[in-house]
């Protein structure tokens, strides 16, 4: 992006990225995000990303409202991603003339291109709490059953957009970090389960535990709302047979969820012009077995 600048005026912009750096400048300053890191960039702010080499993640946009830290609840004062990580650009400017310097915008979703003969990134100052922010995912506090049974997703939010309707989400950023698993009696992997929320699920390095095979890192799935998943047949397979003493879990992988109380809609360039969807996906489960036995009894109560 020489010369060149964008800004959203729809909406915010949460930035995922899964390979390669990226050196963004924003109106605010400057900001270094490397894969395990996330970047917001609010509605309206100029910024101008310059890569090298091969660069690919993912991006969430939301309307609306804006992302914030989920409410703690019972947690208390302190836990998951804490206040004191995330980091915002000190003030930096240019004062660069530049002929045809490109100013590009996404307005109720089209794009428009301006000209001007100067960098936007002339700002020498600010103040105020409407700032683009960083942070490092490596410093989420991971909270999660330590007795038994399986908890929600919804206990790693790093990030939430909250809807008008109280404990709903427009979307949340969710992680699967690296962590100690401890659950006794319990199918330690994600239950199977349908729900009324769309997960777009992607990968920034390693494996996800409930799909070693085939989920590549720069990939993703999507299970929409109502739509059944779970593990696939490796792993129902392995977690059923393991003895369940105290295993760290996901070290060397960070999975993540975007996930929403709306619908998404896959456009053409995803669902053919890519050609990168997996027809077979639906086969990760063709393997698993009926095991209900109506006469089993547990060995421990
Ligand atoms: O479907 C998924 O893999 C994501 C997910 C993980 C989990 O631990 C519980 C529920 C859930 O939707
Ligand atoms: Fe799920």
């Not at 400017?93 to 003969?117: C, R, T």
């Not at 105290?246 to 070290?251: L, N, Q, S």
Request: contains cysteine; negative net charge; charged residues 20%.
């Amino acid at each position: 992006m020489k010369d060149k600048c964008f800004y959203n005026a729809d909406g915010d912009f949460l930035i995922v990225p899964q390979q390669g750096v990226l050196d963004i400048t924003t109106e605010f300053g400057k900001m270094r995000v490397e894969p395990n890191e996330i970047c917001v960039i609010q509605q309206g702010m100029r910024f101008s990303v310059s890569v090298s080499g091969s660069t690919r993640g993912y991006i969430l946009e939301v309307f609306a409202a804006h992302f914030q830290l989920p409410y703690l609840g019972p947690i208390g004062a302190n836990g998951l991603a804490n206040p004191r990580d995330f980091l915002c650009p000190v003030a930096w400017y240019e004062d660069k003339d530049v002929k045809g310097y490109q100013v590009v915008s996404k307005f109720q979703g089209h794009l428009f291109q301006a000209e001007q003969n100067h960098s936007p990134f002339d700002v020498v100052g600010w103040h105020g709490s409407y700032v683009p922010y960083k942070y490092n995912l490596a410093l989420f506090m991971v909270v999660n059953a330590v007795q038994f049974d399986h908890c929600d997703p919804s206990i790693f939010t790093v990030l939430t957009c909250p809807s008008n309707r109280p404990g709903t989400a427009i979307a949340d950023f969710v992680i699967f970090p690296p962590r100690w698993s401890v659950q006794e009696n319990t199918f330690r992997p994600p239950y199977y389960h349908r729900n009324c929320m769309s997960e777009f699920m992607g990968l920034i390095f390693g494996n996800y535990e409930a799909k070693k095979e085939g989920f590549q890192p720069g990939g993703a799935t999507l299970h929409s709302v109502m739509t059944p998943h779970g593990p696939d047949t490796q792993c129902f397979e392995e977690a059923t047979n393991a003895t369940l003493c105290p295993t760290r879990v996901a070290d060397g992988t960070q999975a993540f969820m975007f996930e929403s109380s709306l619908s998404l809609a896959v456009t053409k360039w995803g669902e053919e012009t890519c050609q990168k969807l997996d027809k077979n996906y639906y086969k990760c489960w063709q393997g698993l077995k009926k095991h209900f036995n109506p006469k089993w009894q547990p060995d421990v109560l």
